[in-house]
C-alpha cells in the first residue's frame, strides 16, 4: 500500500487547510487510516482517524471540534479539514493506514510522506 498526502502548506492563525491522502495498491488490507503529525523537536503525535466505512472516527483533544476526517472509498483517498488553525498546528502531518483505527501507530502499517503545516502567529 503506498500513501501519497497532499495540501500542505502556510496559513494564518484562524484559517483552515484540507489534506488529502490517497492510497493505490492492496487497500483491502487496510480498514482504518489516520493522520499524525510530528511538531520540531516533539514526538509525532496521533490527530485523528477514521473507519473504512466512515462510521467511525476518532480525535485528538488538541484537534476535537476543529479539525474532520473523512474518507472517499471509491477514490481511496482520506481528508482531513482542519479549520480554526492555531500556531501550535504547526506540524509534518502524516497520513497513515492500517486494520485498526485510533491513537497507537503500531496498528499502522502503512505511512505516507510528510506534508508541512505552517500557522503563522
Known amino acids: 500500500v503506498q500513501l501519497q498526502a497532499s495540501g500542505g502548506g502556510l496559513e494564518q492563525a484562524g484559517g483552515s487547510l484540507r489534506l488529502s491522502c490517497e492510497a493505490s495498491?492492496?487497500?483491502?488490507?487496510?480498514?482504518?487510516m489516520g493522520w499524525f503529525r510530528q511538531a520540531p523537536g516533539k514526538e509525532r503525535e496521533f490527530v485523528a482517524s477514521?473507519?473504512?466505512?466512515?462510521?467511525?472516527?476518532y480525535y485528538a483533544d488538541a484537534v476535537k471540534g476543529r479539525f474532520t476526517i473523512s474518507r472517499d472509498s471509491d477514490k481511496n483517498t482520506v481528508y482531513l479539514q482542519m479549520n480554526s488553525l492555531k500556531p501550535e498546528d504547526t506540524a509534518v502531518y502524516y497520513c497513515?493506514?492500517?486494520?485498526?483505527?485510533?491513537?497507537?501507530?503500531?496498528?499502522?502499517?502503512?505511512w505516507g510522506q510528510g506534508t508541512q503545516v505552517t500557522v503563522s502567529s
Open positions: 497513515a493506514a492500517g486494520s485498526v483505527p485510533g491513537s497507537t501507530e503500531q496498528w499502522y502499517a502503512y
Open positions: 495498491g492492496p487497500t483491502s488490507s487496510t480498514r482504518a
Open positions: 477514521i473507519y473504512r466505512s466512515g462510521d467511525a472516527t
